[in-house]
Protein backbone atom coordinates (compact mmCIF):
# COMPACT_ATOMS: atom_id res chain seq x y z
CA UNK A 1 0.00 0.00 0.00
CA UNK A 2 3.00 2.19 0.52
CA UNK A 3 5.58 3.51 -1.41
CA UNK A 4 9.08 4.26 0.17
CA UNK A 5 9.39 8.42 -0.45
CA UNK A 6 10.39 10.69 1.88
CA UNK A 7 8.39 13.93 0.55
CA UNK A 8 5.44 15.21 1.79
CA UNK A 9 2.55 13.76 -0.20
CA UNK A 10 -1.12 14.89 0.02
CA UNK A 11 -4.83 13.21 -0.41
CA UNK A 12 -8.19 14.05 -1.59
CA UNK A 13 -10.97 11.36 0.02
CA UNK A 14 -13.88 11.18 -1.50
CA UNK A 15 -16.97 9.42 0.57
CA UNK A 16 -20.56 9.61 1.33
CA UNK A 17 -22.65 8.98 4.91
CA UNK A 18 -25.85 8.40 6.37
CA UNK A 19 -25.44 10.76 9.19
CA UNK A 20 -28.20 9.60 11.29
CA UNK A 21 -26.15 7.86 14.17
CA UNK A 22 -23.60 10.90 14.44
CA UNK A 23 -22.77 13.73 15.88
CA UNK A 24 -22.06 15.91 12.69
CA UNK A 25 -19.09 15.75 11.14
CA UNK A 26 -16.18 17.46 13.39
CA UNK A 27 -14.47 14.93 16.00
CA UNK A 28 -15.39 16.04 19.37
CA UNK A 29 -15.24 14.31 23.01
CA UNK A 30 -18.15 11.68 24.14
CA UNK A 31 -19.77 11.83 20.42
CA UNK A 32 -19.29 9.50 17.73
CA UNK A 33 -18.53 11.57 14.54
CA UNK A 34 -18.16 11.04 10.73
CA UNK A 35 -14.45 12.70 11.38
CA UNK A 36 -13.54 10.63 14.01
CA UNK A 37 -14.59 7.19 12.18
CA UNK A 38 -12.36 8.06 9.25
CA UNK A 39 -9.49 8.91 10.94
CA UNK A 40 -9.55 5.45 12.85
CA UNK A 41 -9.71 3.66 10.16
CA UNK A 42 -6.93 5.48 8.43
CA UNK A 43 -4.41 5.61 11.23
CA UNK A 44 -5.07 1.61 11.70
CA UNK A 45 -4.24 1.01 8.18
CA UNK A 46 -1.55 3.06 7.71
CA UNK A 47 -0.13 2.47 11.27
CA UNK A 48 -0.01 6.20 12.58
CA UNK A 49 -1.96 8.77 13.96
CA UNK A 50 -3.89 10.47 10.93
CA UNK A 51 -6.00 13.85 10.80
CA UNK A 52 -7.95 14.61 8.18
CA UNK A 53 -9.33 17.87 7.04
CA UNK A 54 -13.12 18.08 5.71
CA UNK A 55 -14.29 20.39 3.51
CA UNK A 56 -17.15 21.32 5.74
CA UNK A 57 -18.83 20.62 8.85
CA UNK A 58 -22.00 18.89 8.75
CA UNK A 59 -24.40 18.78 11.87
CA UNK A 60 -25.81 16.38 13.47
CA UNK A 61 -28.14 14.36 11.96
CA UNK A 62 -26.78 15.92 8.40
CA UNK A 63 -25.97 13.42 5.44
CA UNK A 64 -23.16 13.40 2.47
CA UNK A 65 -23.62 12.28 -0.76
CA UNK A 66 -20.28 13.90 -1.53
CA UNK A 67 -17.95 14.80 1.26
CA UNK A 68 -13.85 15.67 1.08
CA UNK A 69 -11.36 15.29 3.43
CA UNK A 70 -7.77 15.67 2.55
CA UNK A 71 -4.65 14.30 4.52
CA UNK A 72 -1.00 14.24 4.48
CA UNK A 73 1.47 11.74 4.09
CA UNK A 74 5.33 10.92 3.77
CA UNK A 75 5.20 7.77 1.41
CA UNK A 76 3.35 7.37 -1.76
CA UNK A 77 0.44 5.20 -1.36
CA UNK A 78 -1.42 2.56 -3.66
CA UNK A 79 -4.67 4.85 -3.72
CA UNK A 80 -7.06 1.81 -4.83
CA UNK A 81 -6.16 -0.30 -2.63
CA UNK A 82 -6.13 2.15 -0.06
CA UNK A 83 -9.64 2.90 -0.44
CA UNK A 84 -10.73 -0.46 -0.68
CA UNK A 85 -9.23 -1.72 2.83
CA UNK A 86 -11.05 1.67 4.03
CA UNK A 87 -14.54 0.38 3.17
CA UNK A 88 -13.58 -3.15 4.40
CA UNK A 89 -12.79 -1.41 8.23
CA UNK A 90 -15.77 1.50 7.73
CA UNK A 91 -19.25 0.54 8.97
CA UNK A 92 -21.87 0.31 6.34
CA UNK A 93 -23.10 4.10 6.94
CA UNK A 94 -20.00 5.37 5.81
CA UNK A 95 -18.52 4.74 1.81
CA UNK A 96 -15.33 5.72 0.31
CA UNK A 97 -15.46 6.57 -3.69
CA UNK A 98 -11.85 7.78 -4.21
CA UNK A 99 -8.98 8.57 -3.36
CA UNK A 100 -6.64 10.97 -5.36
CA UNK A 101 -3.24 12.62 -5.20
CA UNK A 102 -3.44 16.49 -5.21
CA UNK A 103 -1.14 19.47 -4.84
CA UNK A 104 0.72 19.85 -1.57
CA UNK A 105 -1.02 23.55 -1.42
CA UNK A 106 -4.34 22.08 -1.89
CA UNK A 107 -7.03 22.18 0.88
CA UNK A 108 -10.49 20.93 0.69
CA UNK A 109 -12.12 23.28 2.69
CA UNK A 110 -10.58 26.43 1.66
CA UNK A 111 -9.90 25.15 -2.28
CA UNK A 112 -13.62 25.05 -3.29
CA UNK A 113 -14.89 26.66 -5.96
CA UNK A 114 -18.48 25.52 -5.19
CA UNK A 115 -20.65 23.69 -2.74
CA UNK A 116 -23.92 22.02 -3.45
CA UNK A 117 -26.88 21.35 -1.10
CA UNK A 118 -30.32 19.59 -1.35
CA UNK A 119 -32.87 19.32 1.15
CA UNK A 120 -35.67 16.64 0.48
CA UNK A 121 -39.14 17.50 1.29
CA UNK A 122 -41.66 14.75 1.35
CA UNK A 123 -45.32 15.43 0.85
CA UNK A 124 -46.74 12.35 0.97
CA UNK A 125 -45.76 9.24 3.52
CA UNK A 126 -43.15 7.25 1.85
CA UNK A 127 -42.19 4.15 3.90
CA UNK A 128 -38.80 4.29 2.95
CA UNK A 129 -38.08 7.97 3.70
CA UNK A 130 -37.97 9.04 7.27
CA UNK A 131 -34.68 9.08 7.38
CA UNK A 132 -33.82 11.44 4.59
CA UNK A 133 -36.68 13.63 3.93
CA UNK A 134 -38.84 15.80 6.66
CA UNK A 135 -42.03 15.24 6.05
CA UNK A 136 -44.73 18.09 5.46
CA UNK A 137 -48.65 18.15 5.74
CA UNK A 138 -49.24 21.23 4.56
CA UNK A 139 -50.03 22.43 0.57
CA UNK A 140 -47.15 24.60 -0.61
CA UNK A 141 -46.83 27.16 -3.05
CA UNK A 142 -44.02 26.26 -5.05
CA UNK A 143 -43.81 29.09 -7.47
CA UNK A 144 -43.88 31.57 -4.57
CA UNK A 145 -41.07 29.78 -3.16
CA UNK A 146 -39.12 29.91 -6.14
CA UNK A 147 -40.12 33.66 -6.41
CA UNK A 148 -38.66 33.97 -2.77
CA UNK A 149 -35.37 31.77 -3.56
CA UNK A 150 -33.81 34.30 -6.78
CA UNK A 151 -33.62 36.79 -4.72
CA UNK A 152 -31.33 35.15 -3.10
CA UNK A 153 -29.08 35.47 -6.05
CA UNK A 154 -28.99 39.23 -5.72
CA UNK A 155 -27.37 39.18 -2.33
CA UNK A 156 -24.16 38.31 -0.15
CA UNK A 157 -24.86 39.27 3.03
CA UNK A 158 -26.69 36.17 5.25
CA UNK A 159 -26.83 36.42 8.64
CA UNK A 160 -30.34 36.33 8.97
CA UNK A 161 -29.60 32.80 8.05
CA UNK A 162 -26.28 32.03 10.14
CA UNK A 163 -26.89 29.93 13.55
CA UNK A 164 -26.54 32.97 16.73
CA UNK A 165 -22.94 33.22 17.89
CA UNK A 166 -21.47 31.19 15.49
CA UNK A 167 -17.85 32.24 14.95
CA UNK A 168 -17.56 33.01 11.05
CA UNK A 169 -15.22 36.13 10.37
CA UNK A 170 -17.79 36.89 7.42
CA UNK A 171 -21.23 36.59 6.59
CA UNK A 172 -20.76 37.13 2.76
CA UNK A 173 -21.27 34.19 0.44
CA UNK A 174 -21.78 34.23 -2.93
CA UNK A 175 -24.88 32.35 -3.69
CA UNK A 176 -25.37 31.14 -7.77
CA UNK A 177 -28.31 28.90 -7.44
CA UNK A 178 -31.48 28.30 -5.46
CA UNK A 179 -34.53 27.02 -6.49
CA UNK A 180 -37.13 24.26 -5.97
CA UNK A 181 -37.41 21.24 -8.04
CA UNK A 182 -39.85 18.54 -7.81
CA UNK A 183 -38.24 15.17 -8.17
CA UNK A 184 -40.72 12.79 -8.21
CA UNK A 185 -45.24 12.32 -7.18
CA UNK A 186 -45.23 14.17 -3.77
CA UNK A 187 -41.21 14.54 -3.50
CA UNK A 188 -39.45 17.73 -3.96
CA UNK A 189 -36.20 19.27 -3.10
CA UNK A 190 -34.68 22.70 -2.91
CA UNK A 191 -31.06 22.70 -4.52
CA UNK A 192 -28.56 25.68 -3.57
CA UNK A 193 -24.89 25.97 -4.78
CA UNK A 194 -22.24 28.76 -3.66
CA UNK A 195 -18.89 29.23 -2.93
CA UNK A 196 -19.44 28.92 0.75
CA UNK A 197 -21.77 28.22 3.67
CA UNK A 198 -22.41 29.61 7.01
CA UNK A 199 -23.78 27.21 9.71
CA UNK A 200 -27.19 26.31 9.35
CA UNK A 201 -27.41 28.30 6.40
CA UNK A 202 -29.75 26.09 4.38
CA UNK A 203 -31.97 24.90 7.05
CA UNK A 204 -32.89 28.12 7.97
CA UNK A 205 -33.46 29.32 4.49
CA UNK A 206 -35.51 26.28 3.90
CA UNK A 207 -37.75 26.98 7.10
CA UNK A 208 -38.32 30.41 6.09
CA UNK A 209 -39.29 29.53 2.50
CA UNK A 210 -41.79 27.19 3.92
CA UNK A 211 -43.21 30.52 5.13
CA UNK A 212 -43.45 31.66 2.06
CA UNK A 213 -45.21 28.56 0.74
CA UNK A 214 -47.52 28.28 2.86
CA UNK A 215 -48.27 32.08 2.65
CA UNK A 216 -47.50 33.43 5.85
CA UNK A 217 -44.96 35.98 4.53
CA UNK A 218 -44.39 37.31 1.05
CA UNK A 219 -40.94 37.29 -1.58
CA UNK A 220 -40.94 40.84 -0.70
CA UNK A 221 -41.39 40.26 3.73
CA UNK A 222 -38.18 37.29 2.45
CA UNK A 223 -36.20 39.86 1.09
CA UNK A 224 -36.60 41.96 3.78
CA UNK A 225 -35.45 39.46 6.51
CA UNK A 226 -32.02 39.04 4.29
CA UNK A 227 -31.36 42.44 4.79
CA UNK A 228 -32.25 42.69 8.13
CA UNK A 229 -29.22 40.49 8.73
CA UNK A 230 -29.88 39.17 12.21
CA UNK A 231 -30.64 35.19 12.81
CA UNK A 232 -34.08 36.33 14.62
CA UNK A 233 -35.94 37.56 11.25
CA UNK A 234 -35.93 34.38 9.88
CA UNK A 235 -38.15 31.34 10.58
CA UNK A 236 -37.06 28.57 12.29
CA UNK A 237 -34.51 25.91 11.10
CA UNK A 238 -36.02 22.51 9.29
CA UNK A 239 -35.19 19.06 10.63
CA UNK A 240 -31.26 17.89 9.60
CA UNK A 241 -32.63 14.55 8.27
CA UNK A 242 -33.50 16.09 4.98
CA UNK A 243 -30.24 17.89 4.25
CA UNK A 244 -27.81 16.30 2.08
CA UNK A 245 -24.52 18.05 0.96
CA UNK A 246 -24.47 16.52 -2.92
CA UNK A 247 -21.40 18.59 -4.91
CA UNK A 248 -18.43 19.80 -3.55
CA UNK A 249 -16.27 21.69 -6.97
CA UNK A 250 -12.69 21.94 -7.13
CA UNK A 251 -10.27 24.06 -9.84
CA UNK A 252 -8.43 21.33 -12.34
CA UNK A 253 -5.00 22.04 -11.32
CA UNK A 254 -4.95 21.59 -7.94
CA UNK A 255 -5.25 17.50 -9.08
CA UNK A 256 -2.09 15.34 -9.82
Same mark, same amino acid.
Given at each position: ???? #??? =??? /??? /? ?6 ? /? ?10 ? +? ?23 ? #??? +?? &? ?11 ? !???? *? ?7 ? !??? #? ?22 ? /? ?7 ? #????? @? ?15 ? &? ?5 ? *? ?24 ? @? ?23 ? +? ?20 ? =?????? &?????? &??? !? ?13
Amino acid at each position: MEMT #DRE =QHR /YFI /YFSYDGTE /YHGWQAQPNAVT +VQQRMQEALSLLLQRPVGIVGAGRT #DTG +VH &ARMMVAHFDSETT !LDVR *HLAFKMNCL !LPN #DIAVSRIRPVQPTAHARFSPLSRM /YRYYLALQK #DAFLP @RFACRFFIPLDFDRMNE &AAGILLH *HTEYGSFCKAHSDNKTNICHITQAQW @RQASEGMWYFEIRADRFLRSMVRSI +VGTLLQVGKGDITPQDFERIIL =QNTRTA &AGDSVP &AHG !LFLEDIVYPDSIFL
